[in-house]
Structure formats: C-alpha cells, structure tokens
C-alpha cells in the first residue's frame, strides 16, 4: 500500500468497530484529494480503471466471460464500476487501481462483521495452523451444529457444505426422500442457486431438468392453493425466500398472513416448507429469518453471512426429517474442513452478543433516509424496498433503468459501491461516520445528473 494514502476519521472507526489494530483500508491519493476538493467548493475527482480494464483484456482470453456469474460486469455498466479486489478491511476495500469504496455488496453478502475482521480470522487461522483439511471432520463440526440448533428454534439438526445451492437442492432431494413426491413448487423469478432445477440461465438446461416444477406468484396464496388442489398428492415440497429479492425488480415482503397461509397449506397436505434463507439469514434475526417473520418452516438453508466470507453453508431441519436426511448422500472433498466452521463460530457470536442484528437495521435506516431526503431535494424521488438491512433501490419514472445505472455509477466513482440492479448489503462495520460519507458521495452525484436525460 501507498505510504501517500492517508486513512480518514471514518476508516478508524470503522476499523474499531471490527476489532482491528493493524492498518485499515486507506482512501487513496485521488480519493483523499477528491474529498478536499468537495470541500473547497472544486470539481472532485473521479476514479478511473484503466488497470482493471487492462486485467480484464487478459481474463477474456483465458477466462469464459473474463469474470462470469453474479459478479459479471456485464450485470452493470462495463467499465465504470470495479472488477478486481485487492484487499479489504471494516467496511471498505480497495481495487486494481487503488480506488477506495465504502461496500454496501459486502461480496453479496458473507460480509457482514467486516473485511479481515481479527476476531474472525483469529478462529479460522487456529485451524489453518492445525492443518484444516483431514481425513475426517474436527470437534468443530459437532461444536458448529450445536451452536445452530441452539440458536434456530425449529433445528434439531444441522449439516455442512460450502455453496447455497449444495443445501437448497440438498434439502430438495430430502423432501421427496420423505415424501415419496416428485414435485417441487417455487415462486417465479426467485434464485434457489445454479442447479438446473433452478438456475436463471438457460445454457446446459434441458426440459426434463424442469418437469417437476411448478410456480407461482409471489403473495399470492390462492395460486399455491390451486397447486395444491391439482398437484397436491405429488407435491414434495414448496421452497421459498423469506421475502421475494428478485435482481432487477423491487423486493417485496410478504403480505399480512401469506407466511401463515403457506404454512397452512403445506401442513395440510403432508409438504415440506424448505426456507431458502441463504441470503438474508442472520441479517433479519439472528434466530433466523423466519422468525423474523413468525412462521416455522421444516427445513432452513444458510450460507452468505455464516463464516463472514469463509466458504461455508449449513441446513438445519426438525426430527422428524433426520430418517430421510441421513438417506440423502451428502459430501464434498473440503466440506468437513475446520477453519471455516472455526470462522463460523466466532461470526455467529460477534453477531449474538454485538447486537448484529440491530446495528445494521439502524445503519440501513440511516442510508435510507439520507437517500430518500437527497433524492427529493435533488429531483430524483428514491424508492427503498425491503428490510433495512437489506435493501434494494429504485429512482421514480425510471422505467429503462437508466437513472438507477447512471446514479450508482456517479456514486461508486466517488468512493461508495452501490450496484445499479442488486439488492445492496449492510455489515456491523459500517458506521454512522460511514453512512454520512457514502450519502456526501451521493449528493455529489445527484448534483452530476442535473439536466442529465434518460431515453435510449
């Protein structure tokens, strides 16, 4: 790192916040300079990515796409937002070209207690030393289950594997090992992982990876139960977010009594209700999102926030589930590792005993408001859908999304990573101070777009 760089007031405190003593994230030279110049009344400077494009220009030819799946550029503006990390710390990390950003992606998500937390890795590097990886798990996979099932009120038991989609299409074949059924029912436009049950892509999918599906709307419990009252003698399973976070479109809670009405029909009909909760778990409640929500699902999937970025992702189910789950083979070369389920333990009791939870409602909170007021002041009303630490942006009449792209552009060009079509992520990490420099970023922006037009 640059000697030159000089971290600000806000890096400190959110280094503290994470536990850190060693150096936090600086603010480069530019970035630092363009902060002075706003206060001066100057134009500041915009980061530029010229070694990012140039390391791009070399992935295309080794790598398909360069850089492919949900971090693909091509799912922003090519060219104006970062696609290589270098390093991170608290709340912030810094690009190829040493461009500073306070993250509200938080890597889509498993950040949430902050980059390089001490305390986190403290746990995970014990098991690193020890050796990790071995021909049978440590006492940590056992220490890792009881901490779930004490924490999850619906869990008597918990398994281990590494991605999201290993335990949603796990717990999947576990509701038609019990059942008997074929069939599984899940909301249009929702992800579930990259299996071909699932996957939003269509590149290697065949009909008959599908035919088992059925669909339906969103808070529409009158479409489940007409499923239902077809399907209902092969239905497995109906799988489900705890609140529908499509990309591209704003997210939406669940009505009054949805929850309850899917409850009820999957009770009645001898289903199971599997929780995909690989997202947002542990940043509605750290009891799970369904209590959050108050319902009670059969099987629950985790991964994202678990091991604050460490690969790891558990599923916890109730009793009478067990008989089918041990039926199910389940395995992977490094999923018994220590140093992940090390990870975990620590993450989990930074969160219980911080009030995790709470702080990043409050941050979130902060971050809307902020928005909603500059927005208005600088005629272009903001719109925050979701759970507040979770949430997902739209600008007014922006009907061609060209608003939403050129504003968070403007903004991460600044110094603050927001995605134009994702929901965003907040962490423990993230600060008052924090939320205040990320919201003078966008006032700056807003200020960038005046008179700007929006048509194709």
Known sequence: MSAARTPTASNKSSAARNGAKSKPVPTTAKGSSGQAAARAGKKAALYEFDKTLALFDRAVKVIPQGIYGHVSPVLMIPGAFPYYAVRGEGCRYEDADGNSFIDYMCAYGPMVVGYANERVNAAAMREIANGDCFNHPSELMVRLAERLTGLIDMADWAVFAKNGSDQTTWAVQV?????????????????????????????????????????????????????????????????????????????????????????????????????????????????????????????????????????????????????????????????????????????LDILEKEKGVETMMAMGELLGAGLRELGDKYGYPMHLTGPASIPYLVLEDDAN??????????????????????????????????????????????????GAAFTL
């Not at 965003?424 to 777009?449: G, P, Y």
């Open 175 to 347: 509701a038609r090992e019990h059942t008997g059924r074929r069939k599984i029912v899940m909301v249009k436009g929702t992800y579930h992982g990259k299996d071909a049950w699932c996957t939003p892509g269509h590149g290697g999918v065949i009909a008959e990876d599908r035919a088992q599906m059925l669909y339906y709307q969103w808070n529409r419990a009158d479409q489940l139960e007409e499923l239902f009252r077809k399907y209902g003698d092969d239905i497995a399973a109906v799988i489900m977010t705890p609140y529908h976070h499509p990309a591209f479109a704003q997210s939406e809670m669940p009505a009054p009594g949805f929850w309850q009405a899917v409850q009820s029909l999957c009770n009645r009909n001898g289903s199971l209700l599997i929780l995909d909760d690989v997202r947002a778990g542990w940043r509605l409640s750290i009891k799970g999102s369904h209590d959050y929500f108050g319902f009670t699902p059969d099987i629950a999937c985790y991964c994202k926030a678990i091991a604050n970025g460490y690969p790891l992702s558990a599923a916890v189910g109730r009793e009478e589930y067990k008989a089918a789950a041990a039926r199910v083979f389940l395995t992977g070369s490094y999923w018994n590792g220590a140093m992940c389920q090390a990870a975990s333990l620590a993450t």
């Open 401 to 450: 999304l060209l608003k939403i792209q050129r504003f968070a552009a403007e903004v991460t060009r600044r110094g603050s990573f927001f995605h134009p079509h994702h929901n965003w992520f907040l962490s423990t990490a993230h600060t008052a101070a924090d939320i205040q420099e990320t919201l003078n970023h966008c006032e700056d922006a807003l200020k960038a777009m005046q």
